[in-house]
């Protein structure tokens, strides 16, 4: 079955430092991979998206991530967070079809 | 802001009632998706409509039910409503019905079964 795992529930990082957001899928081929942010109270915004090409890409908000389909991970990259950073995150994947696959999601809190 | 409108914001209904949630697409993308939020399930697919037709089925009770319109505006129907229930629903809107076009997604509508 399709899954994508996101092994971290919760992530405390200082503002200022670095972040990197786990994601995980299994899927039968190489899926189409995003990540999404959810703010409290919101709905969800796409970061970035990876479809072919370039492993690593770039999205808003300064944030990255590099596919990797040895490790079947998408890992979600910042070099310095921000406070304003402190949301849900979520990894989801399709592959072909409509229908997107999301993690459970990771929790990012920001200490000033 | 995404573009795509939800409304209600909030809903509160007692078990066994039936309510109706509306959502309207990004001008111009003919896919709607609508999603189930729970603290213990996640972020789960429902159903897709693509321009009127329903494309896809998820995750989706036999008490639940949606439909596009020709405005391509959806509604999604909750019917005998249960505790369980309780959740934020998503829309989202895309320009076609592949998974390679990005999903966006609306506010949601956190529905309350008391």
Wanted: hydrophobic fraction near 35%; aromatic fraction near 14%; proline fraction near 4%.
């Amino acid at each position: 079955a399709q899954s994508v795992t996101q092994p971290d529930i919760h992530i405390t990082v200082s503002e200022g430092a670095s972040l990197e957001l786990r994601c995980n899928y299994s899927y039968g081929a190489t899926p189409y991979l995003f990540w999404y942010v959810q703010s409290p109270g919101q709905g969800l915004q796409l970061l970035l998206k990876y479809f072919s090409g370039d492993t690593l890409v770039q999205g808003i908000k300064g944030f990255e991530a590099e596919f990797k389909r040895s490790q079947s991970s998408f890992n979600l990259r910042k070099p310095s967070v921000h406070w304003s950073d402190a949301a849900e995150y979520f990894c989801a994947a399709g592959a072909g079809s409509y229908q997107l696959t999301f993690g459970k999601g990771t929790k990012l809190s920001v200490i000033p | 802001d995404s573009g795509v409108t939800q409304t209600p914001k909030h809903l509160i209904t007692a078990t066994g009632q039936r309510v109706t949630l509306r959502c309207s697409p990004r001008s111009g993308d003919l896919s709607v998706y609508w999603y189930q939020q729970s603290l213990d399930q996640g972020l789960q697919f429902l159903i897709q409509y693509y321009n009127g037709e329903e494309r896809a089925k998820g995750n989706i009770l036999e008490r639940f039910s949606a439909q596009q319109f020709p405005d391509l505006h959806s509604e999604l129907n909750l019917s005998s409503l249960e505790l369980g229930d309780s959740a934020l629903y998503f829309c989202a809107s895309s320009v076609a019905w592949a998974g390679e076009y990005e999903q966006y997604f609306g506010p949601g509508t956190r529905l309350t079964v008391t």
